[in-house]
């Protein structure tokens, strides 16, 4: 019952603990301001009447075309520093 020992050194390499790490950074931001931007613009979408072309709320839907402007933003300017590197 001789087993040789399982060499795991590569999952625990500082370099690639360090590139999971990165790739996390960069990522998260991007999928947050995503899904606010996507919240957003639906409920932005929702609170507006063809109709009548009104909004129902348009205090709040102030605040959520501010939020959808800052999260487009976001993810334009993390696209352009990506492009950068």
């Given at each position: 019952?001789?087993r040789k020992?399982?060499?795991?050194d ?13 790739m996390?950074?960069?990522?998260l ?9 996507i919240i957003?613009g639906?409920?932005l ?5 063809f109709?009548t ?6 205090a709040l839907?102030?605040v ?15 696209y352009k520093?990506?492009?950068e590197?």
């Amino acid at each position: 019952m001789n087993r040789k020992k399982c060499n795991i050194d590569w999952a625990f390499n500082r370099s690639n603990t360090q590139n999971i790490k990165t790739m996390k950074k960069i990522k998260l931001p991007h999928f947050v301001f995503t899904t606010i931007a996507i919240i957003l613009g639906v409920s932005l979408f929702k609170q507006f009447d063809f109709e009548t072309l009104k909004l129902e709320e348009p205090a709040l839907s102030i605040v959520y075309l501010i939020g959808f402007v800052l999260s487009i933003y976001a993810i334009v300017n993390d696209y352009k520093k990506q492009a950068e590197k």
